[in-house]
């Protein structure tokens, strides 16, 4: 299989994990997002699911990149 095959099969893998994780982990509204409610407005920044999320996604990256 050539080296594309590969990596999408790997990325389709990866994606399939992702989302039955997600089933069972309720990520989001942590207690570092910020949220700020005025009146009928409702503003919702995820700063500490963004942190997490990176540094998964650095990891798995990382680990990728060492697999090579």
Do not use: A, E, H
Not at 1 to 24: A, D, R
Not at 41 to 59: A, D, E, G, K, Q
């Amino acid at each position: 299989m050539s080296g594309i095959g590969k990596t999408l099969m790997l990325l389709g893998v990866i994606l399939f994990v992702f989302g039955l994780v997600m089933q069972f982990v309720k990520i989001g509204r942590l207690s570092g997002d910020l949220l700020f409610k005025k009146g009928n407005t409702t503003f919702y920044f995820p700063i500490m699911t963004s942190i997490i999320v990176s540094v998964v996604l650095s990891f798995i990256f990382y680990v990728i990149g060492k697999w090579k």
